[in-house]
């Protein structure tokens, strides 16, 4: 795991990682866009999900139309779908993988509290029995959905924790402390609000590893009764102005 790991690394950060000019018709354009080279990606056996110029690919339900909306080299969300279920979901179902996506937060940070979440993914508790919170810049949430279904979330966004949690497995009690324990983010990997963040999400069996900006976040995780296969989604967290951007979103397909 960790030799495929670092060869996926190699390869998307030689095939170009510098920003490229600002682009015109992002919500924020104070912040550029991080490049890749899709020849280099191709001969490694990895497809876009995103074409550049429409949503192809990607159920583009009625309530979704002008809310998730192609920019050129992006997805942009303005947090406002009019649909029932939010999340924008691929056509197609895939089962193990390895998937990578830059993704932005655009909201303007403001600061929130955050709940103190320990190593084994447990809150943190005051004194007197309540969960313990810090503040922090916050500037709303997102996530990747895998195989079909929002337990299985990437959780994404700049909280105590950090991204790259499975959230629904984190916090699902019933679960044995060992799961809950390597789901939880060992490192806060997040770059400052607003700027791009690099995921490379490998999916195997009913493994999963999450490494965010180079850094495994999550390394190797076992998820109980995942389903073998299913799609995936961009996440409206269905709480109010939670805006952002997709970009380089590529998938591997493995045997």
Known sequence: MKNSCLYIFIVFYICGCQAINKLPGSRDAQTSLPQLNPGALKKQGFISLYNGV??????????????????????????????????????????????????????????????????????????????????????????????????????????????????GYRVDTKLPAEVRTAVTPKVKADNLPGEWNRFVITMRGSRVTVNLNGKDVVEDALLPGIASCGKIALQDDHATNNTCQFANIYIKKLN
Request: hydrophobic share 25%; charged share 30%.
């Open 54 to 167: 429409d949503l192809s690919g990607w159920e583009e339900l009625p309530g979704h139309r002008g809310h998730w909306t192609p920019k050129s080299a992006l997805i942009d969300y303005d947090g406002k779908s009019e649909e029932k279920d939010k999340c924008l979901w691929t056509t197609e179902s895939f089962c193990d993988f390895i998937l990578m996506a830059d993704v932005r937060l655009t909201r303007k940070p403001e600061m929130a509290k955050s709940p103190v979440i320990l190593p084994n993914g447990e809150n943190a508790k005051n004194d007197d029995g309540t969960n313990k919170e810090v503040e922090i810049p916050y500037n709303g949430d997102t996530g990747i959905y895998l195989r079909g279904d929002s337990k299985n979330q990437v959780n994404i966004g700049n909280r105590y924790i950090g991204s790259g949690e499975i959230y």
